[in-house]
């Protein structure tokens, strides 16, 4: 396979994207038709109010996951901007995700849970996706935009704080 330098190959790689995923070159995306269904946002406080400290909570929910497919489940989602005591926004979607549709559905039904890389997945995708739209929703209500944004890791495994009770 020739490579192109400079700005046809950018162009290319945007435009012919199946061509360099069929060459192995850049990673298939398991996650597919975002979808934003419901935004709400409020202000709680006067525009002209100023604050020393500001805390901005970022909560994202899957509510449901269902199957949508041979090898595509639908992934219902709340994304959750708090701003403690001055507004808050709320979004509410849906995407697809590609996967092995049996043992998704299967441990959804069980415990409500994902397999850590599709939980990872779906998440950074929501993350990613919606604090687009609520950097847009801030400063339309004048409010600080929500930084900074959070990563999802949920492979890594929680070490266990070091005890200072000793046991004789």
């Known amino acids: 396979m020739k490579r192109r330098l400079g700005y046809t190959r950018i162009l290319d790689k945007h435009l012919n994207h199946k061509l360099y995923y069929t060459a192995g070159l850049y ?4 996650v597919r038709n975002f979808d934003i269904k419901e935004i709400e946002a409020r202000r709680f406080t006067k525009p002209g109010e100023r604050f020393s400290q500001i805390n901005v909570n970022f909560n994202v929910s899957i509510t449901n996951v269902s199957p ?11 994304f959750t901007v708090n701003y403690t005591g001055i507004g808050v ?12 549709v049996a043992e998704i559905t299967e441990r959804w039904g069980k415990k409500h849970a994902m397999p850590d890389t599709m939980a990872n997945e779906v998440h950074g995708a929501v993350i990613n996706n919606c604090v687009v739209e609520a950097f847009i929703l801030s400063r339309d209500l004048h409010m600080p935009p929500p930084l900074p ?7 890594a495994k929680k070490a266990k704080a070091p005890s200072n009770v000793e046991v004789m």
Request: hydrophobic share 35%.
């Open 27 to 30: 990673p298939i995306m398991p």
């Open 68 to 78: 949508a497919g041979e090898s595509t489940v639908n992934v219902d989602f709340r």
């Open 89 to 100: 926004m709320r979004m509410e979607g849906s995407l697809l995700y590609e996967g092995n």
């Open 149 to 155: 944004v959070p990563h999802p890791n949920f492979s």
